[in-house]
C-alpha cells in the first residue's frame, strides 16, 4: 500500500516536470514568435510590424496606448459562420425544442418551414422576416437573465454539425494568438459583430478574453421592470439596431466612442468599418481580411459568396487601401484553437 | 554670471525638496485615508466599508475584479446641475453664437424665446420641444469631429454664472476621491447620465479619469458617410435614446452588459439604476445618493425640487433599500475640485 503511494508520488513528480517543460518551452516559442500558427509571409509581417511600429516610443509612429483601439468582427473572422451563424443555430434549436411542448408555437408556419428543413419559404419572406421570427420567438419576451442562462446551457451541448466540436471550441487559433499579441501590447480589444450583444456577451469574456462591456453588437429594446423577486431587463423585439455595413462605424462610435486604428474583418458587411478606421486616420492604421480559401481544412467561399459571408466590394477595395488579405489557406499553420 | 546660474540651481533643490515633501505627505494622507474631503461619518463608514468588504480575499462578501462595476450619474453627482445642466447651458451658448450669424436661425421662435430669455416660452411646448428644438440646431448635422471640436473650445471659455470658473472645474472633490479610491480598489468606474454620450466623452478621460467607452448616455442615430475628405459620422435628432429613469438599467445593459454593484445617483432620475443594482443583487452592494442640502456652498434643492434634480420618491425609497444618503452640507469638508 505504501509502496503503490510512492509509485503515484513518483509520477506525479514526472508529470510535473513534464508540465514545467511544456510551460517553459511554451514561453519561449512565445517570447520568439507572437504569432506561432501563422506561416511567415507578407500577413504575418504586415501585422507584426504594424505593432511593432505603434508602440516603439519617441517615434512618430507611437500611439499612446489610449488610442490603441482595436476592433474584430466575429462570424467568419474569430469563428466559422458556416454552415450558419452559430446565433441563427441556437435560434433553430431553441424553436424546435419550444415547438415540441408548445403547439402554437410548432403551428407557426415559419417554425413549421424550420422543422421540415424547408428554407425556401423560410428564406422567401422580404427583408429576412422568416429568420426573424425565428429570432423573435427565441430571444424576445424572456429576462436577460434568463436568455443568458439558455445561451449557456446549448453552448454546453450543442455540436457543429461538421467538425463535431462544441461551438465555442471553433475559434481561430490564429486569431487567438492576435488577440493575446494585441492586448499585451497595450491595445483594448473590442468586438464588432453583426452578432447580438446579448448572445456574445454570454461566452465572450471566457472564449476571448474580452469583458462584455467591450462587445459591441446588434441590439434590440429591454424593458426594466422591478418585480417581486427583483429587477428584471425584458428583451424586445424593438428597436432592433443592426450592426453591419454602415452600422458598424455607427455603433462603433456609440459604444467605444474613439475612432478604432487596427480592424479585423471577413466579409463585405465589415468594409465600412475597415474604411472608418483606416482612410485619413492622422493615427497609423491596420486594416486586415481574413480571406476564407481552405475549402478542406474549413471552408472557401470566396469564389461562390454566401450571404452571411460575402466577400466582393471589401475585397476589390484591399489594395488601393493598403488592407492586408490573410489567406486561411496559406497564412495559417492551424486554424482551431487546441481543444 | 555663475554666480547667479548657482543661485538658480539652488533654487531650483529647494522647489525640488519642497514638491518632495508635499508629494510624500500627500501620499502619506492618502495611505490614512482614501476619502479626505469627507467628513467622518455613517456615509464616509458605509462607502469605505463596503469598499473594503469586498476587496477581502477569502471572505463570502468577496467580489472578483471583474465584476467591481461601479456606475456615477453626473448631473448633480459628479458636479453641479444648477442654473441648468452644463450640456444646455452649452446649447444655449452655441444657439446665441448661430443666431448671430444665420438670419434663419435668429427667426426661429424658440432662439427668439432664448435670447430674449423667455422661459415660459421655451418650456411651454409639451414633451420639452422647445428645448429639444435648441439642441437639434445646436447638436444635429455636425459630424462627430466637428462637434467634439465645438464643446472643446466652449469648455475652454465659458464659465459658470454663480461660481465663475470654468464649467469643467466645477467637478466635485469628494466625488474625485470616491472614483480614484473605488479605480484602486480594482472597480471599473463608468458614468451612466441622462446627458448626452457625444458631449460627456470629449472631456470624461481629462476630467474624471473615464475613457470614452466608459461613458454611457443619451444617444442619438449617427450616420456613416465616406467623403472625400475621408469617412465621417453625422449626428442626427433620429431615435432619441434617453438614459434617464428607467432608461438607465437598459442603458447599462446595452452598454456594459454587467449589473453594476456600486450605484451613485442624486435624483429621482437616477432610482430605477439605484434598485438595478442594489435589489435582490446575489453580490454585495452599495446605493448611494448625493442629496443637495448646501445653499450656501453649493445648492439646496431638497426642499424645492428643480425639473432636473428632483429627489421626492428615491429619497422616500432610501431607507428601506438601505441606501446612504450623503448629505452635501454635513458630509462635505469641501465641494469643489481645487482649480
Do not use: C
Request: hydrophobic fraction near 40%; avoid cysteine.
Amino acid at each position: 500500500m505504501i509502496r503503490h503511494f510512492s509509485w503515484g508520488r513518483q509520477y506525479l513528480w514526472v508529470q510535473f516536470a513534464a508540465l514545467l517543460l511544456v510551460l517553459l518551452t511554451a514561453g519561449h516559442a512565445r517570447a520568439d514568435d507572437p504569432l506561432p500558427s501563422w506561416n511567415e509571409g507578407a500577413a504575418k509581417s504586415a501585422i507584426i510590424g504594424y505593432v511593432t511600429k505603434v508602440t516603439r516610443q519617441g517615434t512618430p509612429d507611437f500611439v499612446p496606448e489610449g488610442e490603441r483601439v482595436a476592433v474584430f468582427d466575429n462570424d467568419g473572422t474569430l469563428w466559422p459562420e458556416n454552415p450558419m451563424p452559430f446565433q441563427m443555430a441556437y435560434a433553430i434549436d431553441v424553436a424546435k425544442q419550444l415547438a415540441a411542448t408548445d403547439p402554437k408555437i410548432a403551428a407557426n408556419p415559419m417554425v413549421k418551414a424550420l422543422i421540415a428543413d424547408d428554407w425556401a419559404t423560410l428564406m422567401a419572406a422580404p427583408h429576412h422576416q422568416g429568420f426573424l421570427e425565428i429570432v423573435a420567438l427565441t430571444h424576445a419576451g424572456t429576462t436577460v437573465d434568463e436568455f443568458r442562462q439558455s445561451v449557456e446551457a446549448w453552448m454546453k451541448t450543442a455540436t457543429h454539425p461538421r467538425f463535431k466540436r462544441r461551438y465555442d471550441q471553433l475559434t481561430y487559433q490564429p486569431m487567438q494568438e492576435v488577440l493575446a499579441y494585441f492586448r499585451a501590447n497595450g491595445f483594448k480589444t473590442f468586438i464588432v459583430s453583426g452578432g447580438g450583444a446579448d448572445f456574445m456577451r454570454v461566452w465572450s469574456e471566457r472564449v476571448y478574453g474580452i469583458p462584455p462591456a467591450q462587445v459591441v453588437g446588434s441590439t434590440t429594446r429591454v424593458v426594466y421592470e422591478l418585480r417581486d423577486s427583483g429587477p428584471v431587463l425584458v428583451k424586445t423585439m424593438d428597436n432592433l439596431v443592426v450592426d453591419d455595413k454602415a452600422g458598424k462605424p455607427a455603433g462603433i462610435h456609440a459604444y467605444i466612442g474613439q475612432r478604432p486604428i487596427a480592424v479585423f474583418g471577413n466579409s463585405d458587411g465589415d468594409k465600412e468599418m475597415l474604411e472608418y478606421g483606416t482612410i485619413a486616420n492622422p493615427l497609423p492604421s491596420l486594416g486586415v481580411i481574413v480571406h476564407h480559401t481552405d475549402a478542406e481544412r474549413e471552408y472557401q467561399y470566396d469564389v461562390n459568396p454566401k450571404s452571411s459571408g460575402t466577400l466582393v466590394e471589401a475585397l476589390k477595395e484591399a489594395p488601393q487601401r493598403g488592407w492586408t488579405v490573410v489567406s486561411m489557406k496559406d497564412d495559417w499553420k492551424t486554424i482551431f484553437a487546441p481543444e
